[in-house]
């Protein structure tokens, strides 16, 4: 099994930073990539940023220049750093993997999510 679990979230004012973690644990042979996600109430999930094992990342627009995604330890833990916060970025962020475990072909596993939110 591999768990997901992000942490980092809160409360922050527009123009404020955050930091968001998500470390994978369990019986992981490797990690293709990690990703984050977004959901605010009436949304679909998307996709926020990307990295990929090798380091490369895509980022969706509306964060280009604000957030940066990066990762350790060959992306058993990544980070998402959030800059100049506007209210329309509060929403629960999730951390996706790509993730080979031990008996198992690749498949994609999702932590429990973590709120974020911008607010004077």
């Known amino acids: 099994q591999v768990q997901l679990v992000e942490s980092g979230g809160g409360l922050v004012q527009p123009g404020g930073s955050l930091r968001l973690s998500c470390a994978a644990s369990?019986?992981?042979?490797?990690?293709?990539?990690m990703a984050w996600y977004r959901q605010a109430p009436g949304n679909q999930r998307e996709l926020v940023a990307r990295?990929?094992?090798?380091?490369?990342?895509d980022y969706a627009d509306f964060v280009k220049g604000r957030f940066t995604i990066s990762g350790d330890n060959g992306l058993n833990t990544v980070y998402l750093r959030m800059n100049s916060l506007k209210p329309e970025d509060a929403a629960v962020y999730y951390c996706?993997?790509?993730?080979?475990?031990?008996?198992?072909?690749?498949?994609?596993?999702w932590g429990q999510g973590t709120q974020v939110t911008v607010s004077s």
């Open positions: 996706n993997g790509y993730i080979r475990a031990l008996g198992q072909s690749n498949i994609i596993y």
């Open positions: 369990g019986n992981i042979l490797s990690i293709y990539s």
């Open positions: 990295i990929i094992s090798g380091g490369a990342t």
